[in-house]
């Protein structure tokens, strides 16, 4: 599955603009293949161009649209094919539709607020980074060149950043090695079931970006659960489901310990309290909707909170990181004047 969205990697935007599309022009009366030959037509990316005049020419072979959309696993996730049978069983396609595509903008802005809070700070550390190998493979030997044709002596700090450069210089293809095979070994652990939650674990503990993380999840994890409940998709189905939305193998431990708990008879808010994962906020507002019978909008409720809490956490992200990092470049640029 990881190839096959390599291979078909489809921006979501992309799948966000198709869905709301599709949703629109069924409502308003057109048939799903003349909806979907005239988005393909429509449509810019060459990839998912084809992949739609084939889910076109699949409705036009009989097929239905979860059939043919579950033919392209690497572009059409689980939920989304599931909401569609969902919406093709139940009668209310464009209702599912209508919802499906607020979902996916919903999911679609909170990545790119996550990312934007991100795309800084890596930046700057690249560019740092960046900077650091400059001055030790390119100027520091050039100016130790000099110093050694003048004979002239030298502070201890400036031989022993000297001596720093020379080292960089003779083992940095060794390094260049070695970081690529710990990249590709931390991504291989990462696959494996243990490894993958070890690095999860530690992700949701990073000061400040572990929280975002949380909040992100937690925000994508109440806005389907609450769309899966509203579309009449039983419970169990539902968590199976959610388990491979939260893209955290930390979260789904808990969403299959809580499928086991409710298996056994548990309600849904005692079964996600057993876990001892999910906070009070959401297991309050899950207890409530039960009791009302109104689960569904009190977890779109949850779901507009914890969005609420990804944006606070990206402006203040956004305000305390910034000057820090503008420090430490300073700091680092006034060592290496220094020295």
């Known amino acids: 599955l990881s190839i096959e969205k390599a291979k078909n990697r489809i921006p979501l935007a992309n799948i966000v603009f198709f869905t709301r599309q599709l949703a629109t022009m069924f409502s308003a009366g ?60 139940s009668g209310n396609l464009n209702e599912i539709l209508e919802q499906l595509s607020s979902y996916l903008e919903n999911v679609d802005d909170t990545r ?8 800084y700070p890596i930046f700057m550390i690249l560019f740092l980074f960046a900077m650091l190998m400059v001055m030790l493979l390119v100027i520091i030997p050039k100016f130790s060149q000099v110093y050694a044709q003048l004979g002239a002596g030298l502070p201890t700090a400036t031989k022993k950043m000297i001596d720093l450069s020379n080292w960089f210089g003779n083992n940095i293809s060794t390094m260049i090695f070695f970081s690529l095979l710990t990249i590709t070994g931390i991504w291989l652990i990462s696959k494996t079931q243990r490894g993958g939650f070890a690095l999860d674990s530690f992700k949701l503990k990073i000061p400040v970006f572990g929280s975002l993380l949380e909040q992100s999840i937690l925000n994508k994890f109440c806005k389907t659960f609450g769309i899966l409940i509203g579309a009449g998709v039983p419970v169990l189905e539902t968590t199976a489901l959610l388990k491979k939305v939260v893209d955290n193998k930390v979260y789904e431990k808990s969403i299959e310990d809580a499928s086991d708990f409710i298996r056994d008879g548990y309600n849904i808010s005692t079964a996600l309290r057993r876990t001892e994962v999910f906070p009070s906020i959401l297991l309050q507002l899950t207890s409530t909707g039960e009791d009302t019978g109104e ?45």
């Open 295 to 339: 689960l569904d909008n009190l977890l779109d409720r949850a779901a507009d909170y914890y969005q609420k809490q990804v944006n606070a956490l990206v402006e203040r992200m956004t305000t305390l990181i910034e000057p820090l990092l503008i420090l430490l470049v300073g700091a680092v640029i006034a060592l290496m004047v220094v020295l």
């Open 112 to 119: 790119r607020k996550v990312k934007s809070a991100m795309n």
């Open 30 to 89: 057109l048939t799903l293949e003349r909806a979907i030959q005239s988005l393909s037509e429509e449509e810019k990316h060459g990839k998912f161009k084809r992949i739609l005049t084939t889910v076109g020419d699949n409705i036009r072979k009989g097929l239905n649209l979860s059939e043919s959309l579950s033919r392209h696993p690497g572009v059409f996730n689980t939920l989304f094919v599931a909401m569609i049978k969902a919406g093709e069983v």
